[in-house]
């Protein structure tokens, strides 16, 4: 009867344990794929570009032969921005960095993420150049419903909403995003 009594203690401590572990895992997993696109929407894959657009056979090797140079220049840009991030935290590991050394350090990073802007301006233009007219209406319904997707989950931390709650009527962007929109709810001792 201890045995039997045993044995099942042993089964269930296993169980337990293998369900702990799993748990961590899959949580680790989805952790990670936030922290990947940091509430961004992935890249969309050309071929899901292609059939959203309806492309044909022409536009779609021209395409091609657009995207070597590009993918070479965003991932020079990209390893430029590690570098330099990587030095500004190297100046930050210091006793006493040096203010004036940190903000041409931030510059640096603030010219690199202009190019990678501006690379990915140029690519989207010299798709648009290839399209017909409709094609151009679907394109920029497409890169739109993109950009809104990525400000939706750009205000706060992981994990939270997007743009946080107010009594105003749509989403709340931050200051400046229309008329009559205040810039934060007033409150009691605040002034106008």
Same mark, same amino acid.
């Given at each position: #009867?201890?045995?039997? =009594? %045993?044995?099942? $203690?042993?089964?269930? /401590?296993?169980?337990?344990?293998?369900?702990?572990?799993?748990?961590?895992?899959?949580?680790?997993?989805?952790?990670?794929?936030?922290?990947?696109?940091?509430? #961004?929407?992935?890249?969309?894959?050309?071929?899901?570009?292609?059939?959203?657009? @309806?492309?044909?056979? /022409?536009?779609?090797?021209? $395409?091609?032969?657009?995207?070597?140079?590009?993918?070479?220049? +965003?991932?020079? +840009?990209?390893?430029?921005?590690?570098?330099?991030?990587?030095?500004?935290?190297?100046? %930050? !590991?210091?006793?006493?960095?040096?203010?004036?050394?940190?903000?041409?350090?931030?510059?640096?990073? /603030?010219? $690199?993420?202009?190019?990678?802007?501006?690379?990915? #301006?140029?690519?989207?233009?010299? +798709?648009?150049?290839?399209? !017909?007219?409709?094609? !151009?209406?679907?394109?920029?319904?497409?890169?739109?419903?993109?950009?809104?997707?990525?400000?939706?989950? /750009?205000?706060?931390?992981?994990? =939270?909403?997007?743009?946080?709650?107010?009594?105003?009527?749509?989403?709340? #962007?931050?200051?400046?995003?229309?008329?009559?929109?205040?810039?934060?709810? @007033?409150?009691?001792?605040?002034?106008?």
């Amino acid at each position: #009867m201890k045995r039997n =009594w %045993l044995l099942y $203690l042993v089964i269930f /401590s296993l169980a337990l344990n293998f369900g702990t572990i799993g748990a961590f895992v899959y949580l680790r997993y989805q952790d990670r794929e936030q922290r990947l696109y940091h509430g #961004m929407p992935p890249p969309l894959p050309m071929r899901a570009l292609w059939g959203a657009l @309806k492309l044909e056979d /022409s536009q779609r090797q021209a $395409l091609r032969g657009l995207l070597p140079e590009h993918r070479a220049k +965003i991932a020079e +840009i990209r390893n430029a921005l590690f570098l330099k991030r990587q030095e500004l935290f190297d100046l %930050l !590991k210091g006793e006493t960095p040096d203010m004036p050394e940190v903000r041409v350090k931030i510059g640096e990073i /603030s010219a $690199l993420q202009g190019e990678l802007e501006e690379e990915q #301006m140029r690519f989207l233009l010299e +798709i648009r150049k290839g399209l !017909k007219p409709e094609q !151009k209406v679907a394109f920029l319904d497409l890169i739109q419903g993109r950009l809104n997707q990525a400000l939706a989950g /750009s205000c706060g931390p992981p994990g =939270w909403p997007g743009p946080w709650p107010g009594p105003w009527p749509g989403p709340r #962007m931050g200051p400046g995003v229309g008329p009559g929109i205040p810039a934060a709810p @007033k409150g009691p001792g605040v002034p106008d």
